[in-house]
């Protein structure tokens, strides 16, 4: 019997429409997230979008004109640990 692994919420967004994990697709798959969440934070971003470095697609955003806040949070890890985390909340859209 094999067992399942990771997030069930990121395998149906992750398998169910996209299989390309560019940096380009990643972006606009934050993109889409800030349309329905207005903001998201570190964990929720490698969870649920399958973004492993949302810093690096945060800071990539930013420098096409998106203006994204970064706040410092505590949130918990699946295994229940809590650590300072990044919450990035979009402000306005590039033009």
């Given at each position: 019997?094999e067992?399942?692994k990771?997030?069930?919420q990121?395998?149906q ?7 390309d994990?560019s940096?380009?697709t ?10 329905t969440r207005?903001?998201?934070t ?22 096409r ?5 970064t706040i410092?949070?505590?949130d ?6 809590k ?11 590039a033009?």
């Open positions: 019997m067992k399942e990771g997030h069930p990121a395998a967004i992750t398998h169910g429409d996209h299989n994990n940096a380009h990643q972006r606009l798959r934050l993109l889409a997230a800030f349309e207005h903001s998201l570190t964990i929720e971003a490698r969870r649920d979008l399958d973004i492993l470095m949302p810093a690096a697609r945060v800071f990539e955003l930013r420098a004109g998106f203006d994204i806040a410092w949070t505590d918990l890890t699946e295994c229940g640990r650590h300072r985390v990044a919450r990035y909340v979009m402000r306005k859209a033009p």
